[in-house]
């Protein structure tokens, strides 16, 4: 595990539609593996390996954005109020750290309620910079950030905020080396907007219009105290998916996966996911139809700002896919 | 601003876009009607070929009624779109049956409501519209699937403010012929796209196709956003007559963004700027997407009351939008293409070493 590389994926900024310095930093590690990279109309970063002209035209996508909060207000007195960018939880708020692109740091918290009860609305929490009043505030309105939490190792867990999906673009960035002699046409599409719609990577594919895709994201798990029952375990390997609530995976993709996998003799699991999906839901419908499948990363807490995958899981997705695209 | 009064709901705009054709047609190169409805006009502009192209699109229907059930001479009524039903009551309709015919929406007087039943919003399915024809005249004219219109002519209010049923989004179309009007005299080196889109109030059906259609280098929607009301809070309201807002987010292109907040300051245009952190709800959302993906920016103009028939804004605030938007065509140069931020050196690639 490049725990170096991990730290920086994940702590690079980069809410949707603002995923300069996570492209920046991908193309890096990509550059001297691709043959062809470009960015597009919409800010994706495509990273192109030429196979032998034999093989399939195939796209392999993990998002670069994440969730994040954006400022919609900046009061006399220098509180900031804000709006969600993706699914942000107000519970997950309270007390957590936001940063700005220029650095500013804020601390989120909520107004004192007489009732508390009810959980909290996202209107009932503010962003604290520090500032005395208004004009001491350093970020203006629409101003985006992302939480602050750093990447932990732990025995075999890895801790993180915005795992989803850097972990996705990690697995490609370490794939795309593995895959040097594959036969096929790859595409590693590295994919902007996912947390707002899918949107990234609805026009890419639009534009390399290929034989397959796959999405590389997270999944949630039903390994934790009183979840909702879910077959995903976190440690027991990548998980191939059969549906989610956006669509459901190609058979020939999902066989693909499967077959790889027993290749490769690394552990899977199926994935039946009931709330969300991946960038595969918008391949899927692009031109006139592409067959997509995803391979999903088991991570509990997703869209809190501690994430938390297994980095077996993670070594075992980057051996299957590469069993998958040899 | 007698498109605020012409007639168009979603799914029906023709008769307004043959008017809207008459209006353009001065100002065009080319004009043609695409499947789906939109008008699509062209002003050629003067840069070499292959010459770029820049569509703006605001959209052209506005939110309706339609007619779900004739039941004794009286019709029953559905929305098209976000129509508010709250403020119904009382308002004079036109019916487009076999001809436009003139009803109103009635409900049961006061006198005979029990004390709870004074304190709702009546539902749909007991509001109804009577055009005080005899059954047999009704069923002849109206059939179900008729469209239904607000009938409200357009109010000028003092201090530069007007009031009309349809100025989400009307008040943009104007403003984009205004820029139309305005380019005609100018130069300008890209292609010019003004389309008046439809079904934007049921799903921006008439922006994702035209999208698709023009295939532009860069879009500029135009729509409405909340004028700042009497009892609003702070947040995501904007005052009238400040100006136009411009849109920043995720569905924006922050580099046409940048352009086109320095094209406002240039112009000493009053703005406000509009945080969006997600689907803004505008034909932006739909055009940002079309295809390989097209670099996309949205104005708004604050509107009051919004799918009311009383939707206020002040006059400047379109004519700015028409400034704005004309001097940033006029302003791109032929090679102009918004790029990104570390956008990615071809020659770091490792076929090029």
């Known amino acids: 595990m490049n725990l170096g590389l991990l730290t920086q994926l994940t702590q690079a900024f980069g809410p949707s539609g603002y995923e300069d310095k996570v492209r920046a930093l991908i193309q890096e590690h990509v550059a001297p593996w691709a043959d062809e990279l470009r960015t597009d109309p919409l800010g994706n970063l495509i990273a192109y390996h030429r196979g032998n002209g034999k093989g399939q035209k195939i796209v392999l996508a993990a998002h670069m954005d994440e969730i994040g909060v954006m400022v919609s207000h900046v009061d006399k007195e220098g509180y900031l109020r804000f709006t969600r960018i993706g699914g942000v939880y107000p519970l997950h708020c309270i007390g957590s750290r936001v940063r700005f692109a220029d650095g500013t740091h804020g601390v989120i918290y909520l107004e004192h309620r007489e009732d508390t009860s009810p959980s909290p609305k996202l209107t009932q929490l503010y962003i604290d910079v520090g500032a005395t009043n208004k004009d001491d505030v350093p970020v203006s309105v629409g101003a985006p950030a992302v939480f602050v939490r750093p990447l932990v190792q732990q025995g075999e867990r890895l801790i993180s905020k915005a795992l989803d999906d850097r972990i996705g673009c990690y697995i490609l960035i370490e794939l795309l080396q593995q895959v040097q002699d594959s036969p096929h046409d790859l595409y590693f599409l590295f994919s902007t907007q996912e947390e707002v719609g899918l949107r990234g990577a609805r026009t890419a594919a639009f534009s390399i219009n290929p034989d397959m895709a796959i999405a590389v994201d997270v999944t949630i798990t039903g390994d934790t105290p009183k979840a909702l029952p879910m077959a995903v375990t976190l440690g027991d390997g990548p998980a191939i998916k059969v549906q989610d609530s956006g669509m459901i995976a190609h058979p020939k993709v999902r066989q693909l996966l499967v077959d790889a996998a027993r290749k490769a003799k690394v552990p899977y699991q199926l994935e039946v996911l009931r709330g969300g999906t991946t960038d595969a839901a918008a391949m899927q419908l692009t031109r006139a139809g592409i067959p997509s499948g995803a391979l999903s990363i088991p991570c509990r807490y997703i869209h809190s700002p501690s994430e938390m995958v297994d980095s077996e899981d993670v070594a075992n997705a980057i051996k299957l896919l590469a069993a998958a695209l040899a | ?353």
Do not use: C
């Open chain 2, 1 to 353: 601003m007698q498109l605020s009064e012409a007639v168009g709901p979603s799914g029906q705009e023709e008769s307004i876009r043959l008017q809207l054709e008459d209006l353009w047609r001065p100002f065009t190169t080319t004009m043609r009607a695409d499947a789906m409805g939109n008008l699509i006009a062209m002003q050629q502009g003067s840069g070499p070929e292959p010459r770029p192209a820049v569509m703006a699109a605001a959209h052209l229907d506005e939110i309706g009624l339609i007619v779900t059930q004739i039941e004794e001479g009286f019709l029953h009524i559905a929305p098209i779109g976000g129509t508010d039903r709250r403020v119904l009551l009382g308002l004079e309709v036109l019916v487009h049956g076999r001809e436009d015919i003139p009803g109103l929406i009635g409900t049961r007087p006061p006198h005979v409501l029990s004390a709870e039943e004074r304190q709702k919003t009546v539902p749909w399915e007991k509001l109804f519209v009577d055009v005080g024809l005899p059954a047999e005249k009704v069923n002849q004219l109206v059939h179900v699937g008729d469209p239904i219109s607000i009938r409200q002519p357009l109010l000028t209010l003092e201090n530069g403010r007007v009031a009309g049923k349809a100025f989400d989004n009307r008040a943009s179309v104007v403003a984009l012929t205004l820029a139309l009007e305005e380019l005609a005299q100018r130069e300008h080196a890209w292609d010019f796209y003004a389309v008046a889109t439809v079904q934007e109030e049921v799903g921006l059906k008439g922006a994702i196709t035209s999208a698709y259609g023009i295939n532009p280098q860069l879009a500029v929607a135009l729509d409405v956003t909340f004028g700042k009301q009497e009892d609003d809070s702070k947040i995501g309201v904007f005052e009238l007559d400040k100006g136009p807002t411009i849109g920043l987010g995720p569905n924006f292109h922050p580099q046409l963004f940048q352009r086109i907040e320095a094209t406002a300051k240039e112009l000493e245009i009053p703005y406000h700027l509009d945080p969006t952190p997600g689907a803004s709800g505008t034909d932006a959302w739909g055009i940002q997407v079309a295809r390989e993906g097209i670099p996309t920016s949205l104005l708004s103009i604050p509107v009051r009351y919004m799918h009311q028939p009383v939707e206020t804004l002040a006059r400047r605030d379109v004519e700015r939008t028409g400034r704005l938007l004309a001097t940033f065509v006029a302003g791109l140069e032929s090679s102009y293409r918004p790029g990104w931020e570390d956008e990615v050196d071809e020659t770091a690639a490792r076929s090029d070493q």
